[in-house]
């Protein structure tokens, strides 16, 4: 089949991800005696400069790994949780059905700074001020802006003008949209100022420690408690202040927990716990591995069959995130248990199923009483939060994804994102903005999601490992909100059923369905709609719409930003995407 690039392969390191400044930081790292824990710091801390519509260092990082001396997988968790302040009450006394997706109301506490520290201190080797020097120097001289920083500043050109204007400043410089080589010297100084600090005690760990309190309870938690308590317009179309506090930030720190899991043929396929949207990959690969014999393709080209069983497999998956997961007590046990499984399977029918059906997997499913009044709502001007894949496979931007691998054996997949230059006012003595994933929260009590002070909201990040015959083996990963466990469905069912290699992978013809509610406000879902590569081929576009889907041509090249590395056998491999024109590989 055709690829728009090879498959990487050697023996010394590889560092895939969704911009090639971080590919190549990574890369850099590695060659300087680094392992893949240092890479991926040094590759994550310069993604905040170079895609800063994307992700930013108020954001959070989501992550899977192994080590070279211990293949036991472990999760990274470094999202941080909702205010103390941010009660049910507190929004129902503004008016507010829903979180705004913009402003200062959704801000949860910045988690990324803290989870790459103690990830880097944890299993990393260099000292901070290493890893961080590529991302300072960046913001200190400048960084070659992708055209879509522009584009996303000129879609908030208004906003920022008119209601945000440390916004304005920093990203519209002499009133248009920045462009070309661009400087933030406010966030160079704040990350010089918290190397003085770390600097200020001896010893690689206790200045890494030192470095994560004087964020968390230092001079940057006193800006944001300060910044906090203004008032910004949203996308709910009036002003509000923020709830996060000083003390928010200085009672929270990231932690590591075990992944979920589920065991698919020879492979073992890990994703983050049901406080995220992970495990919905691992039940669209259960249900769809029932119907093995019936996945093909021909080259690189899925079938009709393959597409309708992989959207109705994502329908009763996505259908059971809402209804089970989030930060509460999740009934994984049941959801990936075989049972289960083959009950939710028998529900799959040759035609496209019209609505949410969630399992029973502990008592009877609830749903949010407002769904239906959220079909095809759009979103009215303002701020637009997390700009995610729009109806027609269009994205705006929305998230990051890194992934890296060594010769010793450390294998790491991150999915850093949140504090998007668009979704919140920027601060002007820290350069950054905060983040808006408190959006995600249901107002509505009683659900698993809904909104409680110091929870962490269901995200939508979600980075993949895979072990086979138990033995680590593949990372990989996508941004896309909600589409990010369906763009990766499609990577898998190609790799695994379809015997493609990474990059074979990556390229061939990716789809999703918006056929259940988004995580992003306005939280918007479109019963049967199927977005799909026009690659797919005009026939069996034609045939799913006999099915009843509703087919969305989103042209030939539109859904997935996905990347990955692998190991195996003493070969290193990566591959990344080339939809967007700017994932890179790098490795040797």
């Not at 913009?102 to 080797?125: C, Q």
């Not at 990936?336 to 009877?364: M, Q």
């Not at 259940?516 to 199927?530: G, I, K, N, Q």
Request: with cysteine; glycine share 12%.
């Amino acid at each position: 089949m055709f690829t728009t690039r090879p498959e990487l392969a050697g023996t010394f390191g590889m560092v895939a991800s969704t911009h090639w400044l971080a590919s190549a930081t990574g890369m850099a790292v590695l060659e300087d005696g680094g392992n893949a824990f240092d890479a991926a710091v040094a590759a994550g801390f310069v993604l905040q400069v170079a895609e800063p519509h994307l992700c930013g260092p108020a954001g959070q990082v989501p992550g899977l790994f192994v080590t070279a001396d211990d293949p036991t997988p472990r999760a990274l968790a470094s999202q941080g949780p909702s205010p103390a302040g941010a009660t049910p009450g507190h929004f129902a006394s503004l008016g507010l059905a829903m979180i705004p997706g913009s402003g200062l109301l959704p801000a949860t506490v910045p988690g990324a700074w803290d989870g790459w520290l103690m990830l880097l201190r944890d299993y990393g080797t260099k000292p901070l001020r290493e890893v961080l020097s590529y991302a300072i120097g960046y913001a200190r001289n400048g960084v070659p802006l992708v055209s879509r920083v522009g584009d996303t500043i000129s879609a908030v050109s208004r906003l920022f003008t008119e209601h945000w204007p440390t916004s304005a400043a920093l990203w519209m410089p002499d009133g248009k949209p920045a462009s070309g080589l661009h400087r933030n010297p406010a966030l160079a100084d704040t990350w010089e100022r918290l190397l003085r600090e770390a600097e200020s005690v001896s010893g690689r760990e206790a200045q890494i420690d030192a470095g994560r309190r004087a964020w968390s309870q230092g001079f940057v938690a006193e800006a944001i408690d300060e910044f906090s308590r203004q008032a910004f317009r949203d996308d709910s179309g009036r002003d509000h202040a923020g709830l996060l506090t000083g003390d928010d930030l200085a009672s929270w720190s990231a932690s590591y927990e075990d992944p979920a899991f589920a065991d698919v043929g020879d492979w073992r396929l890990l994703k983050m716990g049901g406080w995220t949207q992970g495990p919905a990959l691992l039940q669209q690969a259960l249900l769809l591995h029932g119907f093995r014999d019936e996945l093909s393709y021909v080259d690189g080209v899925p079938s009709e069959r393959t597409v309708h069983l992989a959207v109705e497999a994502a329908k009763l998956a996505f259908a059971d995130r809402e209804a089970w997961y989030g930060d509460t007590d999740v009934p994984l046990d049941v959801l990936l248990s075989a049972s289960y499984t083959d009950e939710r399977r028998a529900l799959i029918t040759d035609t496209a199923s019209p609505g949410l059906r969630p399992g029973d997997a502990r008592g009877p499913a609830r749903l949010p009483a407002i769904l239906d009044s959220l079909q095809g709502v759009q979103v009215e001007g303002g701020a637009t939060g997390e700009p995610t894949v729009g109806p027609q496979g269009q994205t705006r931007g929305d998230t990051v994804h890194l992934d890296v691998v060594d010769a010793a054996g450390n294998l790491v997949s991150l999915t850093p994102s949140g504090g998007w230059l668009q979704s919140s006012p920027t601060i002007p003595s820290l350069g950054f903005c905060l983040d808006s994933r408190g959006q995600m929260f249901w107002l509505e009590q009683g659900l698993p999601n809904s909104l409680a002070p110091r929870k962490r909201p269901r995200i939508t990040l979600s980075p993949s490992l895979a072990l086979r015959d138990g033995v680590p083996t593949l990372a990989f990963g996508t941004p896309g909100g909600d589409q990010q466990d369906q763009w990766q469905l499609c990577f898998w069912l190609a790799h695994v059923y379809g015997g493609l290699n990474l990059q074979e992978s990556i390229d061939s013809p990716a789809w999703h369905t918006n056929a259940f509610p988004s995580s992003f406000y306005p939280r918007s879902w479109a019963p049967r709609e199927l977005v799909a590569e026009s690659r797919l081929g005009s026939s069996t576009l034609d045939a799913l719409r006999a099915r009843g889907h509703v087919v969305v041509d989103a042209g030939d090249w539109a859904l997935g930003r996905l990347s990955a590395v692998s190991r195996s056998s003493g070969m290193l491999r990566a591959a990344a995407n080339a939809r967007g024109m700017q994932g890179y590989a790098a490795g040797r």
